[in-house]
């Protein structure tokens, strides 16, 4: 691929990631340096409802590394049950028809999207993405080594249907306050993943454009802590503007993701 076209793609990707937002009109896609100033002056007309419940200036938490009590392959089952039946395209979660979106931004090397990954979101998936409500995606940030090496791991165990429950695994094993990190392989192993194909699927270019653009946004919108989830009526006509997001920073409760989704369905009746 010549410079241009690579140039290109990661302008298309970085509009369709900060056009999450509603940030940028149709006509500004491949404008180049336009994309972050004309996001950065509409970004506070389209995000709305910040519901927090930690410090703004609380920031990726790591955990402490001591020897999980649970076996691998225990967390594994575990994670397997939480998820068998619901669909999976990607880092996607739910089916494509649900009335509402839920949009993560999160780093999988976090102490506190672990948490809320192990205390809140089981019962947000039972409640919400099970039932056909709502669709649940994760945009893995990644700071660092580490967590760089996990999204692409997320990713590829995607590409076999299984990306939220190595999603899940991850923050088990190697986010949560008690735990050691695991090797990614070693998680993927315990998944039962093709190992083969998913090495193969590691280095796939399409991962650095995802990753680059989940920072993007999360840089335009001016995120200070994680995780970050954007809760809104899900809108499948193209020609209508995006529905303002309602934010969540670092959800406590379930009750916060109850408000923010009867708030977003109420909007459109």
């Not at 994309?35 to 950065?40: G, S």
């Not at 389209?46 to 609380?58: G, I, L, P």
């Not at 840089?219 to 969540?248: C, E, W």
């Not at 670092?250 to 909007?267: E, N, Q």
Request: aromatic fraction near 6%.
């Amino acid at each position: 691929m010549t410079a241009a076209p690579q140039q290109r793609t990661w302008r298309l990707a970085r509009c369709a990631a900060v056009g999450l937002f509603g940030m940028l009109a149709l006509a500004g896609c491949g404008s180049g340096a336009a994309h972050t100033a004309t996001a950065a002056t509409q970004a506070s007309a389209t995000t709305t409802t910040t519901t927090s419940t930690t410090s703004t200036t609380a920031t990726r938490t790591a955990a402490t590394p001591v020897t999980p009590a649970e076996p691998l392959s225990a967390a594994a089952h575990q994670v397997a049950a939480q998820l068998r039946g619901i669909s999976q395209r990607g880092l996607v979660l739910g089916r494509s028809g649900a009335s509402v979106t839920i949009i993560e931004y999160g780093d999988l090397v976090c102490g506190l999207c672990a948490a809320v990954h192990d205390s809140v979101l089981p019962t947000v998936i039972a409640r919400y993405v099970r039932s056909g409500r709502a669709t649940l995606e994760l945009r893995p940030l990644a700071e660092g080594s580490a967590s760089n090496a996990l999204a692409r791991a997320a990713y590829a165990a995607g590409v076999q249907g299984r990306g939220w429950e190595f999603v899940q695994l991850s923050y088990r094993r190697s986010g949560l306050a008690g735990t050691v990190a695991e090797p990614r392989e070693a998680l993927a192993r315990a998944l039962g993943l093709d190992l083969v194909r998913w090495r193969a699927d590691l280095g796939r270019a399409s991962w650095k454009i995802d990753i680059d653009g989940a920072h993007e946004v999360a840089n335009v919108a001016g995120f200070s802590a994680y995780p970050v989830f954007l809760v809104t009526h899900t809108v499948r006509d193209i020609i209508k503007a995006p529905a303002p997001y309602i934010v969540l920073t670092a959800p406590t409760s379930v009750g916060a993701f109850d408000r923010a989704i009867a708030k977003a369905l109420a909007r459109h009746g």
